[in-house]
Structure formats: structure tokens, C-alpha cells
Nanobody
Framework: QVQLVESGGGLVQAGGSLRLSCAAS????????MAWFRQAPGKEREFVAA????????YYAGSVKGRFTISRDNAKNTVYLQMNSLKPEDTAVYYC?????????????????WGQGTQVTVSS
């Protein structure tokens, strides 16, 4: 069974940075794609970024491109989301997700496994 555990959320001022981590366990992830989604109060869960475990190819939502960077550490089975130049509209619960297919999906229903989420709050 795949388990995903996020960490690294918190409170930061606008313009600041945070790094989220997602520790994955339970499978061999070489053919998996990992992603970050976020959900603000009263809004739908939306795609943020994705990375293929095998090649490290990445894909970003337009709203975060150039500010956020997704990466992975194969040895630690961990995926990261480095968030820079944070804005109040980035405030949300951030979720790590995984799918057993090596494609850069961006739809919520294309991911089979989810973490419990970590809160990110950006103050103005």
C-alpha cells in the first residue's frame, strides 16, 4: 500500500519561501508520477506541479510557474516543492499525490494515492 506523508507547511509572509516534503513508501516508485495539488477554503482542489520519478520531467500550473520548483530524491523516496515569492493567494492545504503511470497528469482523478495534506498560510 502506498503511503504519502507531507511536511513543511506553515505560516510565512508574502514574498517568503517554504519547502514542502512528501515521503513516499510502500512501493517501488520508478514508474510513478508524483504531484502536488492544493485546496483553498471554499475552492476546488487544483493542480500545482508534477514530476515523473524515472526521468524527472516536470509540469507546472501557470499560476506557480517560475515561483515553485518540484524535485525528487530517489534515494530518500521523497518529493519536494520549493515555493518562492509566495503570495496570499497561495494559501491552501497542499496535498501530495501519486499515480503508477509515468505521465505528467494534472487532473485530480488521475491520481490514486493521496497524503493527508499540510497547511500553507501566506500573510500579506
Amino acid at each position: 500500500q502506498v503511503q504519502l506523508v507531507e511536511s513543511g507547511g506553515g505560516l510565512v509572509q508574502a514574498g517568503g519561501s517554504l519547502r514542502l516534503s512528501c515521503a513516499a513508501s510502500g512501493r517501488t516508485f520508478s514508474r510513478y508520477t508524483m504531484a502536488w495539488f492544493r485546496q483553498a477554503p471554499g475552492k476546488e482542489r487544483e493542480f500545482v506541479a508534477a514530476i515523473t520519478w524515472s526521468t524527472g520531467s516536470t509540469y507546472y500550473a501557470g499560476s506557480v510557474k517560475g515561483r515553485f520548483t518540484i524535485s525528487r530524491d530517489n534515494a530518500k523516496n521523497t518529493v519536494y516543492l520549493q515555493m518562492n515569492s509566495l503570495k496570499p493567494e497561495d494559501t491552501a492545504v497542499y496535498y501530495c499525490a501519486a499515480t503508477g503511470e509515468p505521465f505528467l497528469y494534472s487532473r485530480r482523478n488521475e491520481y490514486d494515492y493521496w497524503g493527508q495534506g499540510t497547511q500553507v498560510t501566506v500573510s500579506s
